[in-house]
C-alpha cells in the first residue's frame, strides 16, 4: 500500500476528507500512515479552498493507536526510542490539528484506542458510533498515555475520571463519552457518516474566519487569565469585524435572507 493510501483525501464542498484507511489493522499507524495524515492536515493549512476537515477510519475501527507490529520485541535488538517516535510523528501531527484554524470533525466509527482515541480527542467536535468505545490502551503494554491523552483527558474529564480511564485501560462506550463530555455526540451507527459530512459542510460552508479564531480563543481559554483573554478576544473581535463574512452576515439578516460566507 503506497502513502497515499493508508490515508485517503477527498476535498469536496470546501470539506477535506482523511480517512485512516488500513483496515486490516483497525487503522493502526505505520510510518506511512503518520506521514500521510500529517500531509493531509498540512494541506488543510496550505489549501484556502479546505474550509473543514472530516477525519474518520475505514472499516469497523476509527483507530487502534501504533502499530505494535512495528516494532516487534521478539525480533531483539535495543529497546526502541518511543520518545523520537512522538517527536517525529504524533506531536508534529498533534500541533497541527490544534493549530489548525478550521474547524475539524472527527467521526469515530468504531473502537479508538491508545494514541488513536486521543487523536480523536484532539480534533474540534467528536461525533461517534454507539457501538464505538474509546480505550486508553497504554496501560496494557507498560506505557503512558500519549498523543495529548493527559492533556485532555484532565482537562474534559477532571482527574478522577482522567485517572480511572488510563489506569485501568477499561473501554469507555461513545454514549458514555458523550454523557461525561469527552466527546459531542454518539449517533446510531447509521446515521454517523451522514451526520458526520453533514455537519463539515455546515461548517464548510460558514465563516471559517471567525469560527478559526473562535477555535483559538477556546483553546487558549486554558491556560490565558481572564484579563489575558479579554485582550486576545478584542483583537480576534477587531480582526472578524473587517471580514467580508461579518459584513454578509449582517446584510443577510437584515435582508431576511441565508448568509452566503466566503470564510474570508
Ligand atoms: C493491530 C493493532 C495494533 C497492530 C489491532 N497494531 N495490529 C505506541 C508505541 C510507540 C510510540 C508511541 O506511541 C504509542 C502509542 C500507542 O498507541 S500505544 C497503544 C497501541 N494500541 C493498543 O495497544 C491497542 C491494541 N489493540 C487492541 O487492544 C485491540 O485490537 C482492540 C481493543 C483495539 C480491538 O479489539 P478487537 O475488536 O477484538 O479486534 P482485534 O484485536 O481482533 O484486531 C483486529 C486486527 O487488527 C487483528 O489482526 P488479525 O490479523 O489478527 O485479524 C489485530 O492484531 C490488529 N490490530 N490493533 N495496535
Not at 497515499?4 to 500512515?33: C, H, I, Q
Not at 446510531?188 to 460552508?205: E, H, P, R, T
Not at 480576534?236 to 431576511?256: H, I, M, N, P
Request: hydrophobic letters at 45%.
Amino acid at each position: 500500500m503506497t502513502r497515499s493510501e493508508t490515508v485517503l483525501s477527498a476535498l469536496a464542498d470546501g470539506v477535506l476528507t482523511l480517512t485512516l484507511n488500513r483496515p486490516d489493522k483497525l487503522n493502526s499507524f505505520n510510518e506511512d500512515m503518520h506521514r500521510a495524515l500529517r500531509e493531509g492536515i498540512r494541506r488543510a493549512h496550505d489549501d484556502s479552498a479546505v474550509r473543514a476537515v472530516l477525519l474518520t477510519g475505514a472499516g469497523r475501527g476509527f483507530c487502534a493507536g501504533q502499530d505494535l507490529g512495528d516494532r516487534d520485541p521478539r525480533r531483539g535488538g535495543p529497546a526502541p526510542d518511543l520518545g523520537h517516535t512522538l517527536d517525529m510523528f504524533y506531536n508534529p501531527t498533534l500541533r497541527l490539528i490544534r493549530s489548525l484554524e478550521k474547524p475539524v470533525v472527527c467521526a469515530v466509527n468504531g473502537v479508538a484506542a491508545g494514541a488513536g482515541a486521543n487523536i480523536a480527542l484532539a480534533c474540534d467536535i467528536v461525533l461517534a458510533a454507539k457501538s464505538a468505545r474509546f480505550i486508553q490502551a497504554f496501560a496494557r503494554i507498560g506505557l503512558i498515555p500519549d498523543a495529548g491523552g493527559t492533556w485532555s483527558l484532565a482537562r474534559i474529564l477532571g482527574e478522577p475520571r482522567a485517572k480511572a480511564l488510563t489506569l485501568t485501560a477499561e473501554p469507555l462506550m461513545a454514549e458514555k463519552a458523550a454523557d461525561w463530555g469527552l466527546i459531542w455526540k454518539a449517533v446510531d451507527d447509521a446515521d454517523l457518516m451522514d451526520q458526520a459530512q453533514a455537519l463539515a459542510a455546515s461548517l464548510a460552508a460558514g465563516p471559517t474566519l471567525g469560527l478559526g479564531l473562535t477555535k483559538r480563543l477556546i483553546q487558549d481559554a486554558a491556560t490565558n487569565s481572564l484579563d489575558q483573554q479579554l485582550d486576545a478576544e478584542r483583537d480576534a473581535q477587531q480582526q472578524a469585524g473587517r471580514s467580508a463574512d461579518y459584513a454578509e452576515g449582517v446584510t443577510a439578516f437584515l435582508e431576511k435572507r441565508s448568509a452566503r460566507f466566503s470564510g474570508r
